[in-house]
């Protein structure tokens, strides 16, 4: 169990286009999905924190108008990189919890990843 | 301040060696997890392990191990007789409570393994 999946695993878009990348949890329902972004040969960079049905909470220096998160259901959310620019292209990550427990954090399940070329 | 240091950034080995991924974790909170994920070409990242803070006890699950001391806040990743499928990127992660659970990721070890 705990299956994340990602679509698309590539695209390529133009500069000035949006694109939008869904993360799902295949078997089971997450409370709360996180988003990342990792340049090469880097560590993963959290850009985002969505539970379902609420606001997303950005990190620091991550423009909230310029990735659009929206999680409508407890098995979906999604990342729209808005009038994308080169300085976009990236590996995006996402990844989902359960429901945490009374006290302690449940582990995060990773999807594939997205590639994004802008061009 | 939380903070992860994987100081070892490439490590090469032969097959068949044994090899050790260091992790030293830093953190005030006496509630926290450690993890570690494989994250291989492909750019998935696969779940290994998770240790909370209350449980020392060393782990092992086929040709992983993983040796934790608070003591020396170290949560290092040992592989027997490595094979070239062994051949990722390997990142620790903090979780702590005052954190908002969220992962603190070190800066990966990229491991190598030579047929």
């Known amino acids: 169990g705990a299956v994340v999946s990602q679509h698309p695993s590539r695209v390529i878009c133009k500069s000035g286009t949006s694109v939008k990348i869904e993360c799902r949890s295949l078997?089971?329902?997450?409370?709360?999905m996180f988003w990342y972004r990792q340049f090469p040969k880097q560590s993963l960079m959290l850009m985002a924190t969505?539970?379902?049905?609420?606001?997303?909470?950005?990190e620091q220096g991550v423009e909230k108008d310029k990735f659009l998160i929206n999680h409508a259901s407890l098995t979906l959310s999604t990342l729209t990189v808005t009038s994308a620019h080169p300085e976009d292209s990236s590996f995006y990550i996402c990844?989902?919890?359960?429901?945490?427990?009374?006290?302690?954090?449940?582990?995060?399940?990773f999807g594939p990843g997205t590639r994004l070329l802008v061009l | 301040a939380q903070k992860v240091t994987q100081a070892q950034t490439e490590i090469s080995v032969v097959e068949k060696e044994d090899v050790t991924l260091d992790c030293v974790y830093e953190?005030?909170?006496?509630?926290?997890?450690l993890f570690w994920y494989k994250q291989p070409p492909s750019g998935e990242l696969v779940f290994l392990i998770r240790?909370?803070?209350?449980?020392?006890q060393n782990e092992i699950s086929g040709r992983y191990s993983w040796n934790f001391q608070k003591s020396t806040s170290s949560f290092n990743f040992t592989i027997t007789a490595s094979q070239v499928v062994d051949s990722a990127v390997y990142f620790c992660?903090?979780?702590?409570?005052?954190?908002?659970?969220?992962?603190?990721f070190g800066t990966g070890t990229r491991l190598k393994v030579l047929a």
């Open positions: 078997d089971f329902q997450a409370t709360t």
């Open positions: 953190t005030r909170d006496t509630t926290y997890y």
């Open positions: 992660a903090l979780s702590a409570t005052s954190g908002t659970y969220k992962y603190i």
């Open positions: 969505s539970n379902e049905g609420s606001k997303a909470t950005y």
């Open positions: 990844s989902a919890s359960r429901e945490a427990g009374p006290s302690f954090q449940e582990t995060q399940y």
């Open positions: 240790r909370n803070s209350f449980d020392e």
